[in-house]
């Protein structure tokens, strides 16, 4: 069964980068496409990047392109979640979870699972 395991959380000011990794154990990531959610304070949780396995070819939300870079490792069964330009925004938890082979067109949560604990990013001068 897949475990994943989120890091690189934390409060960072707004203009500043961070990388959120997502690293799998118990079995290989080889075969699922990674998904990457927020969710902010008083709000739903919103899909803003996935990875496919095929070929890794990456979604982006509206609302992150240009800002937000997805990649994956997979010698070290690990998703990588780049984010510059970081704004107040952007501030929430963010999640990883998988669904299978490939990103769906619109990521819709209940079609993913396996989720992560949610290392919170907090954007704040």
């Known amino acids: 069964q897949v475990q994943l395991v989120e890091s690189g959380g934390g409060l960072v000011q707004p203009g500043d980068s961070l990388r959120l990794s997502c690293a799998g154990s118990?079995?290989?990531?080889?075969?699922?496409?990674i998904g990457w959610f927020r969710q902010a304070p008083g709000k739903e949780r919103e899909g803003v990047s996935c990875?496919?396995?095929?070929?890794?070819?990456?979604y982006y939300a509206d609302s992150v392109t240009g800002r937000f870079t997805i990649s994956r490792d997979k010698a070290k069964n690990t998703v990588y979640l780049q984010i510059d330009s970081l704004k107040p925004e952007d501030t929430a938890v963010y999640y990883c979870?998988?669904?299978?082979?490939?990103?769906?067109?619109?990521?819709?949560?209940?079609?993913?699972?396996?989720w992560g604990q949610g290392p919170q990013v907090t954007v704040s001068s």
């Open positions: 990875i496919s396995s095929e070929d890794g070819s990456p």
């Open positions: 118990g079995s290989t990531l080889d075969y699922y496409a």
């Open positions: 979870a998988v669904v299978w082979r490939l990103c769906r067109p619109v990521m819709l949560d209940y079609e993913y699972g396996f």
